[in-house]
Structures are given as structure tokens and as C-alpha cells.
């Protein structure tokens, strides 16, 4: 299953990897993606589980949970683990890919 928010996607995984690190909630909640250019974000502000290793996110619910954002809908997270990515996009001239910015 795939839920896509702007430039930040979820896939629904099996686990996460076992030296992963718990994180902590923010004052603005459970943060998935700060916004480069406009300083929006997107954030879980309900209570769940949110894990980090070598830069890659994990959710983790026990309920429906909500996606927000200040310049989109927001998307609603079933139960379960999920694993949080951003869109990238390659440029052919530069002979790169970066992380899209929103």
C-alpha cells in the first residue's frame, strides 16, 4: 500500500530494522518532512511511534492516525508500519537526483 502527501510517501512495511532509534515528539508533533522553502511540514500530531536509521523513518500506529499540512489534504495512516520516503527527481543535465522540495 502506498499514501502519497506532496513530496512524501509511505509504503507499508513488516518492521522496522532493529537498531533503529526512537524519536521523540516535537512541540509541533511527530514531524515526517520539514518544508525547505516555505518552513510547513509534515507532521502526525496524534500519538504514535517514530523510528529512525541511516536517515530513513518509521511510523508505527496501533489506530488511524492523520497526515498534515499546511498546503494539502490531509491523508489518513491505517493501523500498522509504516516506512516514510520523499519524491526525488533526476535531473539528466547535472547527472543527479535530489529530493523534491515543497
Known amino acids: 500500500m502506498l499514501l502519497v502527501q506532496g513530496d512524501v510517501f509511505l509504503t507499508k512495511t513488516h518492521g522496522i530494522p532493529q537498531d533503529a532509534k526512537k524519536l521523540n515528539r516535537t512541540a509541533r508533533g511527530f514531524v515526517l518532512a520539514e518544508g ?53 527527481e533526476y535531473d539528466a543535465f547535472d547527472e543527479q537526483a535530489r529530493y523534491v522540495a515543497d
Do not use: C, F, M, N
Open 36 to 88: 525547505e522553502a516555505t518552513g510547513h511540514a509534515h507532521v502526525i500530531e496524534d500519538d504514535i511511534e517514530l523510528y529512525e536509521r541511516d536517515g530513513v523513518l518509521y511510523v508505527v500506529t496501533d489506530r488511524t492516525v492523520k497526515l498534515k499540512h499546511e498546503e494539502h489534504h490531509e491523508i489518513t495512516i491505517s493501523q500498522g508500519t509504516w516506512q516514510v520516503g520523499q519524491v526525488r
